[in-house]
């Protein structure tokens, strides 16, 4: 996709049956020569691929910073789509298990099953850890990679999580704790002849959360580009380091907006997230729900019920009965930089780094490749 000819008045869809997130891994795991035209050609012919997922990092984001870049600036690159939402629980699991948010389910950050919200990244409910009541296997049973249980290079306090059980299923966890042991980490995969080896890093994602895209944004992708810069260096000839990303981001700050009292009257519950927040309707409901949500909101966020986001392919060319039934019945998707409130749906600190909606800034990430 090219990001000079993106209508940011419209929702930029993801390109399922192209360009996209949920398409890179397939090749990659099975035989990097069958890599589609739209993958950078350096990766056909590579004996061993490093598969690096950098939570968080945009190509705007890192097409306006491309001054101080080193290690990512070397690397071939192209902008490809995430899936919808643009956030890390349902872009995460398209990447792993190469199906559509439509196939594998998790169709958002917070997800409402058996009538009460899951979390997806904590795997909570109302009722605290969900993981026996609410199997994550169950939730998302296609296993990762194609079944090809390749080392996965993530933080160690990842393991035994909810959500990596969900959508890493039939990895073999590797662990780290610091960033330079995850370089370490990757380094040995290779060198003990791991055909595929993929990583995960969410640096970049949790300073765009808690500190916006400033200063310490900036920092941070400066301490990845070097670290990436290094890997380069180290990895033998013949070894492609291959990156992508979940999503990108928006500045949102303060510009929090509460669900006016006449749409909140209308609603059961709410799911999904600040920037992709879906309204599930009191009985009989939904059909009001949507004309007072978009009055009120239709400034700020395409509205937009359940019915359009599935015909439209938002969640990809068809939607399963199970995953159907995880959306609500309209969809607050924010066009302006703007956050929609959920008092239930609360973190550590206060997000100034937003995603989720389907504006440019958050559906376009890198896909970067460097043979070694």
Not at 37 to 59: K, S, T
Request: hydrophobic letters at 45%; aromatic letters at 6%; proline letters at 8%.
């Amino acid at each position: 996709m090219d990001p000079a000819v993106v209508d940011s008045s419209r929702p930029v869809l993801p390109q399922y049956d192209g360009a996209c997130t949920v398409n890179v891994a397939r090749p990659l795991v099975e035989d990097p020569a069958s890599a589609p035209e739209w993958m950078p050609d350096a990766v056909r012919g590579a004996d061993q691929i490093v598969f690096l997922v950098l939570d968080g990092l945009g190509w705007t984001q890192m097409e306006s910073r491309r001054s101080f870049l080193r290690g990512l600036a070397v690397m071939e690159a192209a902008p490809i789509t995430t899936v919808a939402p643009t956030t890390t629980a349902t872009a995460l699991t398209s990447i792993s298990t190469g199906l559509t948010p439509g196939e594998h389910g998790v169709v958002g950050y917070r997800i409402l099953i058996d009538g009460d919200v899951l979390n997806v990244l904590r795997w909570s409910n109302s009722k605290g850890d969900a993981r026996e009541t609410i199997p994550p296997e169950v939730v998302q049973p296609a296993p990762a990679f194609e079944g090809h249980r390749p080392p996965s290079v993530t933080r160690a306090e990842f393991r035994d999580s909810g959500f990596t059980r969900a959508h890493m299923a039939g990895c073999r966890h590797v662990p780290y704790r610091m960033p330079s042991t995850l370089v370490a980490e990757i380094l040995r995969q290779v060198a003990a002849g791991e055909p595929f080896v993929h990583a995960y890093y969410d640096g970049i994602d949790k300073v765009a959360h808690e500190y916006g895209l400033g200063d310490a944004y900036d920092a941070e992708l400066v301490f990845v580009d070097r670290m990436v810069e290094f890997l380069i260096e180290s990895l033998p000839a013949g070894v492609a380091l291959v990156i992508t990303s979940d999503h990108g981001q928006v500045e949102v700050g303060d510009r929090v907006v509460p669900i006016a009292p006449e749409v909140g009257s209308l609603v059961a519950a709410q799911s999904g997230e600040a920037r992709f927040r879906w309204l599930h309707a009191v009985p009989g409901g939904a059909a009001e729900l949507l004309g007072v949500a978009r009055e009120r909101y239709g400034d700020l966020a395409w509205v937009v019920s359940r019915d359009q986001v599935v015909e439209e392919g938002w969640f990809g060319p068809k939607v399963l009965p199970l995953p159907a039934s995880r959306l609500g019945d309209v969809a607050l998707v924010a066009r302006e930089p703007v956050a929609f409130e959920d008092p239930a749906d609360t973190g550590p600190f206060h997000l100034i780094g937003r995603h989720g909606s389907l504006t440019p800034d958050e559906v376009l990430v890198p896909l970067l490749v460097a043979v070694g």
